[in-house]
T-cell receptor, first 111, second 118 residues
Framework: QKEVEQNSGPLSVPEGAIASLNCTYSDRGSQSFFWYRQYSGKSPELIMFIYSNGDKEDGRFTAQLNKASQYVSLLIRDSQPSDSATYLC???????????FGGGTRLMVKP | GAGVSQSPSNKVTEKGKDVELRCDPISGHTALYWYRQSLGQGLEFLIY????????KSGLPSDRFSAERTGGSVSTLTIQRTQQEDSAVYLC????????????????FGPGTRLLVL
């Protein structure tokens, strides 16, 4: 079992809809959770991080963390074609280690 | 301020040649990471440096790969006797620290070096 898992997609949503991206992790002791966006041919850029159970909102983006169920989600409200990209989940698996990245989910927002 | 910079942005080489890729981290960032990303694939961790500690080389795919970080700042990734399977985008990232708060651990990526081995 991989430490951080994401559905590779593609996840296709119509413009204006809510896109829901999910990430599961294997280590219950994981502490910090990050979402990155990577446009085709570009390098990953940070969207947001979360470390407490519950929701964290930043503009159209909401990160949701459920440590009991070991998943973290990213919701994108009012999806735009410009949101089409690969979304990478990264987890701080334990205190002594660096971030572990999932394989990414490709999101396609259709006009 | 300035972000992570990498050079060259593109490199085409012949099989068997050595290549050097350079990374300049964000000023003040003590942790530096190298990843490889093949077309359509996820990030493959290669190596990281944290301050003056010994680097974690656990991700290097073979002994043809090596990296150093001079003066706690600039890093060079060297690939000797390149093979066609080495063709990929090599990404460098830096963070304030490898371990700390989420803010300190956030990795910021450079634009990458696209390596093509013919």
């Amino acid at each position: 079992q991989k430490e951080v898992e994401q559905n590779s997609g593609p996840l296709s949503v119509p413009e204006g809809a809510i896109a829901s991206l999910n990430c599961t992790y294997s280590d219950r002791g994981s502490q910090s959770f990050f979402w990155y966006r990577q446009y085709s041919g570009k390098s990953p850029e940070l969207i947001m991080f979360i470390y407490s159970n519950g929701d964290k909102e930043d503009g159209r983006f909401t990160a949701q963390l459920n440590k009991a169920s070991q998943y973290v989600s990213l919701l994108i409200r009012d999806s735009q074609p410009s949101d089409s990209a690969t979304y990478l989940c990264a987890v701080k698996v334990n205190a002594g280690n660096m971030l572990t990245f999932g394989g990414g989910t490709r999101l396609m927002v259709k006009p | 301020g300035a972000g992570v910079s990498q050079s060259p942005s593109n490199k085409v080489t012949e099989k068997g040649k050595d290549v050097e890729l350079r990374c300049d981290p964000i000023s003040g960032h003590t942790a530096l990471y190298w990843y490889r990303q093949s077309l359509g694939q996820g990030l493959e961790f290669l190596i990281y440096f944290q301050g003056n500690s010994a680097p974690d080389k656990s991700g290097l795919p073979s002994d043809r790969f090596s990296a150093e970080r001079t003066g706690g700042s600039v890093s060079t990734l060297t690939i000797q006797r390149t093979q066609q399977e080495d063709s990929a985008v090599y990404l460098c990232a830096s963070s304030l620290a490898m371990a700390g708060t989420a803010s300190q651990e956030t990795q910021y990526f450079g634009p990458g070096t696209r390596l093509l081995v013919l």
